[in-house]
């Protein structure tokens, strides 16, 4: 990273710890020789004192590419389940020479975190650091975004990005030219079908086909519209509606994408050429690929988050490893891979493990009988529940549940008991 881009990385580091009272590291990645974090005074530096073993470095550079790759940043989770926001600053020509990265801080629930650390020593640590709503953490990634591009002057790479989209466009129009020649024969069934492909590119997070789609499609509506401002905006809003709706079902937070989407929708009055708003529907599928991408393309730690977040959820009904799989867009070999690889167990022992603690919580309310506990639970039987529980804790739920009151009885005796 050349001195100066460094300098100014140092200022807003600095202003974004001070403000937000959280870390924030300085990554460099040189075109040459190895990447490094820069310091951090030590009283910043959680990952420093961070018990579980891991490798600090690779998992921010993990963070700064994606960012790079996705619209300048990325919000991710470290081995301990802990959230960073990165945020990528390219050089002269585009290329990632570094980036921000904010954290560790904890996203949504301080109890469902700490209930899941790997290294439970850190509890204390982890008890002290700061908690913030997903909405604010979208924030403050728009914000570190927002900082990263000023100080890499992105709004000139944007510009030169601009020119190139526009020649791209221009060679798709003589294209559709040709399909519309004909007035009698024009039809909206070619521009359906890119709706279509569009929406499926966006499903499976397909950024550069997705790209090149939208501009050949974007030309059709020129045409199709007659270059006719109002009606080219009423074609990009359908459109609109169409990729956010595919964005909320690849597992985009439905109340950030509808955000995002009357944010768009404000926006659009304010353009007057269609330069413009190719720029506009162009910046709006990268960042709705970017929501999307997040369940699709993950490191191993995101991904085995995701899946423990949602046994956890879901442990009550029947579990497969295909749905699994599923729910993050892997084989089911992969993610077994990975999953056993990260975790030291199997998916089916996750499970196993998962339903035992829910139903031992559920064994400590009196008023629950056991078939209704093993139901909740998602064993197949109150039999097969009671001989899970018993391989994994040694007795039964029947007796888990008197000793348990047994010993809640006698403790209550004790406090009852006159002093002699």
């Known amino acids: 990273m050349a001195q100066d881009l460094q300098e100014k990385c140092v200022k807003f580091q600095r202003h974004f710890s001070q ?6 590291k300085l990554v460099d990645i040189p075109d040459s020789g190895a990447s490094s974090l820069k310091p951090q005074p030590e009283e910043e530096n959680f990952c420093a004192r961070c018990a579980y073993k891991h490798d600090e470095l690779s998992t921010h550079l993990y963070g700064c590419h994606e960012a790079h790759r996705w619209n300048g940043r990325y919000i991710y989770y470290c081995p301990m389940g802990l959230t960073f926001i990165a945020s990528s600053i390219s050089g002269d020509s585009g290329d990632l020479v570094g980036g921000l990265v904010l954290g560790p801080f904890v996203m949504g629930d301080l109890q469902d975190v700490l209930a899941d650390l790997p290294v439970s020593d850190m509890e204390e640590e982890v008890s002290k650091l700061k908690v913030f709503p997903t909405t604010k953490v979208q924030d403050m990634a728009e914000i570190l975004s927002a900082v990263t591009a000023y100080v890499s002057g992105a709004e000139d790479k944007k510009l030169q990005r601009l020119l190139y989209d526009q020649e791209k466009i221009l060679k798709e129009i003589y294209v559709a030219k040709d399909y519309y020649a004909d007035v009698d024969k024009q039809s ?5 079908r890119f709706e279509k492909d569009l929406r499926l590119a966006v499903l499976r997070g397909e950024k550069s086909s997705a790209m090149n789609m939208l501009n050949e499609m974007l030309a059709h509506i020129y045409v199709y519209s007659n270059f006719d401002l109002s009606a080219v905006k009423a074609r990009l809003l359908e459109l609109l509606v169409i990729l956010s709706r595919a964005t909320i ?4 937070d439905p109340a950030e994408t509808f955000r995002l989407s009357e944010d768009f929708i404000q926006q659009i009055e304010s353009y007057n050429d269609v ?4 720029f506009w529907i162009s910046d709006i599928v990268r960042r709705f690929i970017v929501q999307a991408f997040d369940l699709a393309q993950v490191k191993h730690s995101d991904v085995v988050f995701k899946i423990t977040n949602y046994i956890k959820k879901h442990c009550g009904e029947k579990l497969t490893l295909d749905q699994l799989a599923k729910e993050v867009y892997l084989s089911k070999s992969y993610l077994s891979s990975i999953f056993k690889q990260e975790t030291g167990m199997s998916l089916t022992s996750y499970i196993t493990k998962v339903r035992v603690e829910k139903s031992k919580k ?7 009988s056991l078939a ?6 998602g064993f197949k039987d109150q039999s097969y529940f009671t001989k899970v529980f018993k391989k994994e804790t040694g007795v039964s739920p029947k007796r888990f549940r008197n000793n348990y009151f047994n ?4 403790a209550r005796q004790r406090e009852t008991r006159p002093s002699s």
């Open 407 to 410: 010993e809640a009885s006698k």
């Open 362 to 368: 559920l064994l400590l309310e009196d008023c629950l």
């Open 249 to 252: 079902e690849a597992g985009a």
């Open 19 to 24: 403000l937000l009272d959280i870390g924030c």
């Open 372 to 377: 209704v506990i093993s139901a909740q639970c």
């Open 188 to 192: 909206a069934d070619m521009l359906l």
């Open 275 to 278: 330069d413009q708003l190719a």
